[in-house]
């Protein structure tokens, strides 16, 4: 069975840009939760999705959207980006429900520059 | 708002046990405390959850105590592969939306 994958695995955008990250959940998953890791900091949450409805969000601008797709896939949409949003985007799916209880698998994460 | 305290890092020696505790007051009250482990240019892999108590795989313990307000994980006999970076993750329900909070992570270096 293939693992969380995300696409891309490395973007560059300029600031004033928009970038769309995606994100496919393991077979069966229904829930995925989207965070931001920069370098030498833990991953800070952003959303999480079940069943197409957001059940989360973190303390991020309304520049940071999402959604959740029927197929469970999701995208990440960050609009007017600015130098501070160069991270790694981790997507992370879990079997169903919210909360820490149940076990989240993380994708390799898309590495985003903004120069 | 939840918050959740690690230490910064932690040295050990092969086959020692290691345990990073964290901190964290304002836990949801139905959350489960996860801890993962993170290499350099991966996402966080799961070791091991619990709700109260004491829970045990086959890599880890994890020691709750009964107020949940902090966690210790115990690495038994680690090796030079346990380096790694470790986050406690927990549920938060402040301002009536969920969030999950990850630790500021500890980075354990294990030597020979």
């Known amino acids: 069975d293939a693992g969380v994958t995300q696409s891309p695995t490395h973007l560059i955008k300029t600031r004033g840009q928009q970038v769309t990250l995606r994100c496919s959940p393991i077979?069966?998953?229904?829930?995925v939760s989207w965070y931001q890791q920069v370098l030498g900091q833990g991953p800070q949450f952003i959303f999480q999705?079940?069943?197409?409805?957001?059940?989360g969000r973190g303390n991020f601008p309304d520049r940071f959207s999402a959604r959740q797709f029927p197929n469970y896939s999701s995208e990440l949409n960050v609009n007017a980006l600015l130098l501070g949003d160069s991270a790694l985007y981790l997507c992370?799916?879990?079997?169903?429900?919210?909360?820490?209880?149940?076990?989240?698998?993380f994708g390799p994460g898309t590495r985003l520059t903004v120069l | 708002l939840a918050k959740t305290t690690q230490p910064i890092s932690m040295d050990s020696y092969e086959g020692q046990e290691v345990n990073i505790t964290c901190s964290h007051n304002?836990?949801?009250?139905?959350?489960?405390i996860t801890w993962y482990q993170q290499f350099p240019s991966q996402g966080p892999r799961f070791i091991i959850q619990?709700?109260?108590t004491k829970v045990t795989n086959e890599v880890a313990s994890l020691f709750i105590p009964a107020d949940r307000k902090s966690s210790t994980l115990s690495l038994p006999r680690v090796s030079l592969s346990d380096t790694a970076v470790y986050y406690c993750?927990?549920?938060?329900?402040?301002?009536?939306?969920?969030?999950?909070?990850f630790g500021s992570g500890t980075r354990l270096l294990v030597r020979p």
């Open positions: 992370a799916s879990s079997l169903v429900g919210t909360g820490a209880y149940n076990e989240q698998f």
């Open positions: 077979s069966g998953h229904k829930s």
């Open positions: 999705y079940y069943e197409k409805e957001e059940r």
């Open positions: 304002n836990i949801a009250t139905n959350d489960y």
């Open positions: 619990g709700y109260k």
């Open positions: 993750l927990v549920g938060d329900m402040a301002d009536s939306s969920y969030k999950l909070i």
